[in-house]
């Protein structure tokens, strides 16, 4: 038991990098998370690079060691800590790859992919189209505001709608007040757009 335990500890030692900018990345963005294994892997593709770029970075120091600059030891100690640095580091920009769509809007620009970075068309519309909405819920009735938050997926989560408003059936509209309404996604049969003029059909 005491071998496996010190065999088992320098491994998780060696893939807490990688499952540090696995849970930033799915902790800071709307995508869902793998099952275990998707984890796994994921985690271990992002220690790959981690030791990567510590690897580089001790080089580096060695390097500017050999010119008469010391930087301190390059010790165990050094590498776990260029190690978080790196894990953090590397978890912020893959979160911020995936929520501004720069890569994927440069690639398929490219006629290398049509996919968005954002984790469904749900959520790429709402996040790339900021403007007014209505949402027309399953008991006939629709709701106009501003999206100030929406749920990730359609099937569940909630919407909140800023400045809230009835749409009556001919079209006028009634306001109840609220400055903030909270509503089941469940109930949303769909949502409209409203165009950049503002309006609201």
């Known amino acids: 038991m005491d071998d496996l335990v010190k065999e088992v500890i320098p491994l998780l030692q060696y893939l807490i990098p ?21 984890q796994i892997v994921q985690a271990l593709i992002f220690t790959f690079v981690i030791q990567g ?9 060695l390097w500017v060691g050999t010119k008469g600059i010391s ?16 894990s953090i580091s590397l ?11 720069k890569l994927h809007g ?9 996919q968005s970075s954002y984790p469904s068309e749900w959520f790429s519309t709402f996040a790339q189209h900021h403007r007014l909405v209505t ?21 569940k989560g909630q919407f909140v709608m ?19 309404l909270v509503i089941d996604s469940a109930k949303v049969q769909w949502v409209e757009f409203s165009p950049l003029s503002g309006g609201s059909t």
């Open 71 to 86: 930087v301190g030891p390059w010790s165990a100690k050094a590498e776990t800590l260029w190690a978080l640095v790196v």
């Open 91 to 101: 978890g912020l920009f893959f979160c911020r790859l995936a929520t501004s769509g």
């Open 18 to 38: 990688g499952f540090l900018s696995t849970w930033i990345f799915y902790s800071l963005t709307a995508f869902r998370r793998p099952d275990t294994f998707g």
């Open 162 to 180: 800023q400045n809230p408003r009835w749409l009556k059936s001919d079209g006028t509209v009634a306001s109840f007040g609220a400055e903030y």
């Open 135 to 155: 949402l027309h819920l399953t008991d006939d009735r629709r709701l106009f505001g501003w999206p100030a938050e929406w749920p990730p997926e359609s099937a």
């Open 53 to 61: 770029a510590v690897s580089g970075i001790g080089g580096i120091c």
């Open 106 to 114: 440069w690639l398929s620009g490219r006629n290398l992919t049509k």
